[in-house]
C-alpha cells in the first residue's frame, strides 16, 4: 500500500493541472464534398479534366504493367526462381520491387520525353489537355511499337476488323497494347527457357549419380538445389540476369 501511495499522488497532481488543458477543445477540420451548378464552359471542362486524371491514376497499376518493360522482367525473374527450385525466395515482393525500379530505369527515357513534351507545356498552359494527352502517349506508343512482333500486331487488326493501316499511325492503342503484351510474353518465355538449360542438366547429372549408386530413396531435388546455388554464385547470376533484360530492350 505504501508503494502505491507515490503513485496515487501522482496520478491526482496530473488530473489536476491537465484540466485546463481539457477544457480547452481541440479544433477539427471538417471536409465538404458536394455538387453544385457551373457558372461558365470552362468549370465543366476542368471538372471533367479531374475526372479522367482521377480515372488514369486509378488505372495507373495495369498502365504501369501492361504498357512498359516490367510484363517481361517480372516473369523472367519469376522462371530464374523457379529453375532455382528455392519456394519463396526470393520473396514475391524483393522480385516485384526489383521489376519496378529496372522498369524505371528502361522507361526513364520516355518518361523525360513526356515531361518535357507533355506535362511542363501543359502544367505551363502552352498546350490544350488533349494535345497533352496526343504527346504523353506517342513516346509511349513507340516503345511498344519497337518491342512488339509484327504477326502479333496483325492478329489484333485482324480481330478488330479495321482496315489495314498503312502507317503506325492508323493503329488505334487499344489494339496495340494487346499485341505488345503477347508480344512481351513470348520474348519473357523464350529467356526463361534459355535459363531453365544449364539448372536441368544439374538435375539430370544428380538423378543419374543417385541412381547409380542406389539411393533411390534421396530426393534428386534436395541434392542438386546447393549445386544450383553455387553455379548461379559462382557466374554472377543476377548481375547476367538483369544485364540481359536491360540490353534487350
Keep these: ?68 518493360s516490367f510484363t517481361r522482367i517480372i516473369v523472367v525473374l519469376s ?10 525466395m526470393p520473396p514475391n515482393q524483393v522480385l516485384i520491387g526489383l521489376a519496378l525500379f529496372l522498369t524505371f530505369f528502361i522507361m526513364a527515357p520516355v518518361w523525360v520525353d513526356i515531361n518535357e513534351n507533355a506535362l511542363q507545356p501543359y502544367l505551363a498552359d502552352e498546350i490544350t489537355f488533349e494535345e497533352a494527352g496526343r504527346a504523353a502517349i506517342a513516346p509511349v506508343r513507340e516503345f ?7 504477326n502479333d500486331l496483325a492478329l489484333f487488326v485482324n480481330l478488330s476488323g479495321m482496315e489495314r493501316p498503312l502507317v503506325k499511325g492508323d493503329i488505334p492503342t487499344y489494339v496495340l497494347i494487346p499485341a505488345f503484351v503477347i508480344s512481351e510474353l513470348k520474348t519473357a518465355f523464350q529467356i526463361g527457357f534459355l535459363i531453365y538449360i544449364p539448372f536441368i542438366i544439374i538435375d539430370m547429372v544428380v538423378a543419374s549419380v543417385l541412381m547409380s549408386m542406389g539411393m533411390l530413396m534421396v530426393p ?3 541434392i542438386s538445389l546447393p ?23
Design 144 to 150: 511498344m511499337f519497337k518491342h512488339t512482333r509484327t
Design 227 to 249: 549445386f544450383k546455388l553455387l553455379l548461379f554464385v559462382l557466374v554472377d547470376g543476377w548481375h547476367l540476369v538483369v544485364e540481359s533484360l536491360v540490353l534487350s530492350f
Design 79 to 88: 522462371f530464374v526462381r523457379n529453375a532455382l527450385a528455392t519456394q519463396q
Design 220 to 222: 534428386p531435388m534436395m
Design 1 to 68: 500500500m505504501k508503494n502505491r501511495l507515490p503513485v496515487l499522488f501522482a496520478c491526482l497532481l496530473f488530473l489536476i493541472f491537465a484540466k485546463e488543458g481539457w477544457a480547452a477543445p481541440l479544433p477539427f477540420p471538417s471536409f465538404e464534398v458536394g455538387v453544385e451548378t457551373a457558372e461558365t464552359p470552362e468549370e465543366v471542362v476542368v471538372s471533367l479534366q479531374l475526372l479522367a486524371l482521377l480515372t488514369i491514376l486509378s488505372l495507373a497499376p495495369a498502365i504501369l504493367i501492361l504498357t512498359t
